[in-house]
T-cell receptor
Framework: DVKVTQSSRYLVKRTGEKVFLECVQD?????MFWYRQDPGLGLRLIYF???????EKGDIPEGYSVSREKKERFSLILESASTNQTSMYLC?????????FGPGTRLTVT | AQRVTQPEKLLSVFKGAPVELKCNYS??????LFWYVQYSRQRLQLLLR??SRESIKGFTADLNKGETSFHLKKPFAQEEDSAMYYC???????????FGKGTLLTVNP
């Protein structure tokens, strides 16, 4: 069973702070994803990575960047957090048809 | 461009009643369709995919290419089916998924 873990379940940050969200998977999956989940908007893809040091923009990359230095770890970075980035952030990993999700990080930016 | 539409944000049924969660998609090629489910305080997980054509927890979904639909059905809803359901589409050879906005199903006793 693939395990996807995220560094924090809840996070509170101030406007303008740099925020790091970490995701780690314990299997050898090449593909990793970052989504944000908002009521009424569903899941929207921020960035994804199909290999170490490789990344592609998703549907809503503005205000975010990512880093993948090791296969098992995919980090989402908010360079300067803003209140409209308050959301639930989900990480996922896959090597086949099924995406395995982490428990999510609920980020509040005040 | 690919798009997934779930027309109902909320769906409420009584225990034992049939339930149908609607999903329509837009994609020019041959898509792969999925239903994901998120129970309260649990992580999002795959419920079923159209290729497998299997029934999971009593749920089935048939891909109708003519109507571009992939509706999720269960003949007799149970209270434990209460959850958020997302329809998702994968098009092409990459692993990206496009999700619908989700339907919150509540099964009342």
């Amino acid at each position: 069973d693939v395990k996807v873990t995220q560094s924090s379940r809840y996070l509170v940050k101030r406007t303008g702070e740099k925020v790091f969200l970490e995701c780690v998977q314990d299997m050898d999956h090449e593909n990793m994803f970052w989504y944000r989940q908002d009521p009424g908007l569903g899941l929207r893809l921020i960035y994804f990575s199909y290999d170490v040091k490789m990344k592609e923009k998703g549907d809503i990359p503005e205000g975010y960047s990512v880093s993948r230095e090791k296969k098992e770890r995919f980090s989402l970075i908010l360079e300067s957090a803003s209140t409209n980035q308050t959301s639930m952030y989900l990480c996922a990993a896959t090597s086949d048809f099924e995406q395995y999700f982490g428990p999510g990080t609920r980020l509040t930016v005040t | 461009a690919q798009r997934v539409t779930q027309p109902e944000k909320l769906l409420s049924v009584f225990k034992g009643a049939p339930v149908e969660l609607k999903c329509n998609y837009s994609y020019s090629g041959s898509p792969e369709l999925f239903w994901y489910v998120q129970y309260s305080r649990q992580r999002l997980q795959l419920l079923l995919r159209h290729i497998s054509r299997e029934s999971i927890k009593g749920f089935t979904a048939d891909l109708n290419k003519g109507e571009t639909s992939f509706h999720l059905k269960k003949p007799f809803a149970q209270e434990e089916d209460s959850a958020m359901y997302y329809c998702a589409l994968r098009g092409g050879s990459n692993y990206k998924l496009t999700f619908g906005k989700g339907t919150l199903l509540t099964v009342n006793p």
